[in-house]
């Protein structure tokens, strides 16, 4: 009896010890600890009225009987190129390099535990970004934005896919 339960406990321990040895890449972090490093840009989804901005696009196009082209060109994404890189630095600035580009441009950031507000060197024109998920390597963020113009209302979902 006592050499099943002792055999019963050592396989509980070992198991339990095992499981406790997960991959710590998949823990949820906290902003304020998590985005300190260099980010690159993997991808970026935009959403227009819960709708992909291709299908947008092609809607609002054939609605005006206009070429694709000439809707597409009033959406600057430039921002949004895969391979832009954000560091965020332990001291509260940051520096963002988009693809392609020499020069960086820098800034001031500060976060809450789901959310990283970035603003310009002297701390004007914030920007709020929503963090959907973060890990030590990889991030998703997300900002909503909603105009009315008239009877018309608008509302842009950005998702930003990091890696670390």
Same mark, same amino acid.
Not at 39 to 68: G, H
Not at 92 to 97: E, K, P, R, S
């Given at each position: ?113 789901? #959310?990283? #507000? ?9 920007? #709020? ?29 950005? #998702? ?5």
């Amino acid at each position: 009896m006592k050499k099943g339960l002792l055999s019963f406990l050592l396989a509980a321990f070992v198991a339990a010890s095992f499981s406790s040895c997960s991959d710590d890449t998949d823990e949820e972090l906290s902003a304020t600890v998590g985005l300190v490093g260099t980010w690159t840009l993997q991808s970026a989804d935009v959403m227009i009225n819960d709708k992909s901005l291709e299908e947008f696009v092609t809607e609002l196009a054939t609605l005006l009987n206009v070429p694709e082209e000439t809707i597409a060109g009033e959406f600057e994404m430039d921002e949004f190129s895969s391979g832009t890189t954000i560091e965020f630095r332990d001291n509260g600035t940051f520096l963002l390099t988009e693809a392609g580009e020499s020069t960086a441009e820098s800034g001031l950031w500060t976060a809450t535990d789901k #959310t990283v #507000t970035i603003s310009d060197a002297d701390g004007d024109d914030p920007l #709020t970004l929503e963090i959907r998920s973060l890990t030590s390597n990889r991030a998703e963020m997300y900002l909503v934005e909603q105009e009315t113009e008239g009877d018309v209302t608008t509302k842009m979902e950005f #998702t930003l896919n990091f890696t670390k």
